[in-house]
């Protein structure tokens, strides 16, 4: 039986990603419960990290072990990733140790070439171009809270990143209203959006003015303005994005149980307000634009 990687969400149609979220409810749902499984036993997960993280580390660690598997933290220090050995050659070998690979990296060619090489399945835990993990469990969050899919209204706000991308990958597969709302200079690269809208089955949009994507959004998304690897243009984005803050005002626009997420880790006071970020859930005496922010670590 081939293997399947997991590079894009686009490696998957709607059939196969409806099945992906009512296996993590269900086991979810078993280990709340107290019930506990050994699906993955015996079976070890290789976590190769160029680019830290607590919750996909975290995340994967916790989550082979609670189906009964384990799995084995690598860092550059120990496979010179490209450098003292070449992609081919580390994929090839590790196979043979264990069961499954995440990578964390920057290039999304070096987690192809990785694939390509490896007999096991290669999971893309996050590149420049591409972070599908995170949708896949955003997505996973709004089922679990009862959001419906099919025509849900997204204000994705900031820059047009890899988040952005895979939330236009989303797009592609459910029919969403998705509104991207980017300074000019940071939005995704115009094929991409012209893609997306292309083979969207529902609404793909690039605005500039935050308030329009806002009017009406159900879940209004953020991410850092600054990701790994751009520190150097911090201070330039600090002077562009802040009519992107996702703040108590803007959110006045949204629908009256706005959900808000956030990628994580969040900069309290750029991208997303205090306020905001550590309000209290939908469904509390005050209006819901005070949502409890959702992430991957919900899923």
Not at 212 to 223: I, M
Not at 256 to 263: I, P, Q
Request: net charge negative; hydrophobic share 40%.
């Amino acid at each position: 039986m081939p293997k399947t990687d997991f590079l894009s969400l686009r490696d998957f149609d709607r059939a196969e990603l409806d099945a992906i979220l009512a296996k993590a409810k269900k086991l979810k749902a078993q280990w709340r419960s107290g019930e506990t499984t050994a699906a993955l036993k015996g079976q070890v997960l290789g976590l190769i990290f160029h680019k830290p993280s607590l919750r996909t580390r975290v995340s994967f660690e916790v989550g082979m072990r609670q189906l009964g598997g384990d799995a084995l933290y690598i860092t550059d220090k120990e496979i010179g990733f490209g450098k003292r050995e070449a992609i081919q050659d580390i994929g090839a070998v590790i196979s043979r140790y264990v069961n499954g690979l995440m990578i964390r990296t920057f290039a999304q060619d070096d987690v192809a070439a990785l694939a390509r090489a490896a007999d096991v399945p290669v999971i893309n835990g996050l590149t420049d171009a591409l972070h599908p993990c995170q949708v896949l469990c955003d997505l996973f969050t709004l089922v679990e809270k009862g959001v419906e899919l099919d025509g849900l209204r997204i204000a994705y706000l900031g820059d047009g990143n890899n988040l952005a991308r895979s939330w236009m990958h989303a797009a592609m597969i459910y029919p969403l209203d998705l509104r991207l709302a980017c300074p000019e200079g940071f939005e995704p690269a115009g094929e991409e959006i012209e893609r997306a809208q292309q083979q969207a089955p529902g609404k793909v949009r690039l605005l500039r003015d935050p308030r329009e994507a806002v009017s009406g959004a159900q879940v209004v998304y953020t991410d850092t303005w600054t990701s790994m690897g751009q520190e150097a243009e911090t201070e330039r984005r600090r002077q562009v994005f802040p009519p992107y803050q996702v703040n108590a005002a803007l959110l006045q626009d949204a629908d009256a149980m706005v959900k808000v997420m956030h990628c994580l880790p969040a900069h309290r006071g750029d991208e997303i307000t205090a306020e905001v970020l550590m309000a209290s859930a939908p469904g509390s005496s005050e209006r819901s634009s005070r949502p409890q922010p959702s992430a991957r670590s919900s899923a």
